[in-house]
């Protein structure tokens, strides 16, 4: 009777630690402060912005004119969407997994940045 208690009390232990894990998937990245995060070099809208979503958002059945999506091979678009365009990259909701398409940790980090930074247009 005691080790079958024990064994549970085994598996509770582990499952609790491992329920303790889970919940902290955050990114180093995201614990740093503001300015330590981004930089002094910000991302720009032209010049880091605008490519990540080229190749990798505005394209042949995604969002482009045409498409029953947000049209983001409009500047204007990119801005007025950019909160959205952060929250859906960051959580990995987009690029969609079915495009074969996937963002890099700088190219993450770029769109996290200009959001953060105010989503200027240079």
């Not at 955050?26 to 809208?45: N, W």
């Not at 890099?104 to 980090?109: K, V």
């Amino acid at each position: 009777m005691m080790a079958i208690k024990n064994q549970l009390f085994t598996g509770f232990c582990f499952l609790l630690a491992a329920a303790i894990l889970s919940c902290t998937n955050e990114h180093e990245a995201d614990l740093l402060p503001e300015e330590e995060r981004c930089g002094e070099q910000p991302a720009t809208l032209s010049g880091d912005i605008i490519p990540i979503i080229n190749q990798n958002c505005a394209i042949s059945g995604c969002h482009v004119s045409g498409s029953e999506r947000i049209n983001l091979s409009e500047p204007e678009n990119i801005i007025q969407y950019a909160n959205q365009i952060r929250n859906f990259t960051q959580s990995g909701f987009m690029p969609a997994p079915e495009s074969g398409k996937q963002l890099t940790a700088a190219e993450l980090e770029s769109i996290y940045c200009w959001v953060e930074n105010g989503a200027l247009d240079d």
